[in-house]
């Protein structure tokens, strides 16, 4: 009975300090080979989640791998924040209309900057104007109702990731690729990545970072570090899931290869995790410590936690050993 005690006493610490993510004392005193195994368990594990969400995605989009990844590139695009908006405007310009006028990147900025509903908040100038009356247009064309501005969450946001500019970035990739999935599912490395979400936004954002708002001459590309979290959040993603579909099982190692190929994520969680000496070497520790954090220790699951688990067993072993 002592023993069965001692373990429910266990377990009411592990919770205890599961706010604190505590248990990364006992991940650091792992030794290498028993915390690889515990990443790739939690980042499998993370795959598998976020695979979950894109096949209702895909499912929703009548398995058209295409719209899908579209409408994955609008809810990693912006911050986390106005995720559900930016998919809210995909679903309104859909990746059918963008294909068919994406010979126009004017048309393209037309259409999302017009549907975000965001220019109500700006006065005019020569460019918004142009942008209103090209959207008044599509937007009889293709039947699309503009968002309302109160829906975009526009407060702490930083000017390199307000809406407007990040959907002038995305008109200009859009515009500038086609077969959109068979180009994401060559990415490789981090390079490879960089390449593809390289397109510049259109002249009046070099001095622009809202509308009408005169800024420092700079060209609004998207910068490393957002690239590396598109590669993270949508091309690893898209790449294992594409390969769970099809049963490819070098396209499911390809993403496992590209999230080891990415730099090491900076966040709140991973500051976190530092402070008990976890040095995560890449994305794919990154995602893996992410796991832990945001499906175990947030939600105080330690008793299901691998982490916990272990330590788990580890006293019920010291506790037979008696």
Not at 32 to 56: C, F, I, M, Q, S
Not at 136 to 165: C, F, G, M, V
Not at 185 to 206: G, M, P, T
Not at 282 to 310: I, K, M, S, W
Request: charged letters at 30%.
């Amino acid at each position: 009975m002592k023993g069965a005690e001692t373990l429910q006493e266990l377990e009411r610490q592990l919770t205890a300090g599961a706010a604190t993510y505590a248990c990364g004392e006992h991940v650091a005193r792992l030794d290498e080979l028993h915390r690889r195994e515990l990443y790739t368990r939690l980042a499998y594990d993370r795959l598998e989640r976020k695979y979950g969400v894109l096949g209702a995605l895909l499912a929703e989009n009548g398995n058209n791998w295409n719209q899908t990844f579209y409408a994955m590139l609008f809810r990693t695009i912006g911050d986390v924040t106005n995720r559900e908006t930016f998919m809210l405007l995909s679903r309104r310009v859909t990746y059918r209309m963008v294909l068919r006028e994406r010979t126009s990147l004017q048309a393209v900025e037309s259409m999302l900057i017009g549907a975000s509903g965001l220019l109500a908040n700006y006065r005019d100038d020569s460019y918004t104007l142009k942008l209103k009356q090209n959207f008044d247009y599509y937007a009889r064309k293709y039947e699309i109702t503009p968002l309302d501005s109160s829906q975009w969450n526009l407060r702490d946001i930083r000017p390199a990731n307000h809406p407007l500019l990040r959907l002038a970035q995305l008109a200009a990739f859009l515009s500038s690729n086609d077969f959109l999935v068979d180009r994401l599912l060559e990415c490789r490395n981090a390079d490879d990545v960089r390449r593809l979400f390289s397109a510049e936004a259109s002249d009046y954002w070099y001095t622009h970072y809202i509308p009408t708002v005169i800024s420092a001459e700079l060209p609004k590309r998207i910068g490393r570090m957002k690239a590396d979290l598109l590669g993270i959040n949508l091309v690893a993603q898209i790449q294992y899931a594409y390969g769970a579909y099809t049963a490819d099982e070098t396209l499911r190692e390809r993403a496992i290869s590209l999230l080891e190929a990415i730099p090491a994520e900076e966040n709140r969680y991973m500051r976190h995790w530092r402070f008990y000496g976890l040095h995560p070497r890449n994305a794919f520790d990154t995602q893996a410590l992410l796991q832990l954090a945001t499906e175990y220790c947030d939600r105080r699951r330690c008793a299901e936690c691998p982490v916990g688990r272990r330590q788990m067993a580890e006293a019920r072993r010291f506790r037979e050993r008696e």
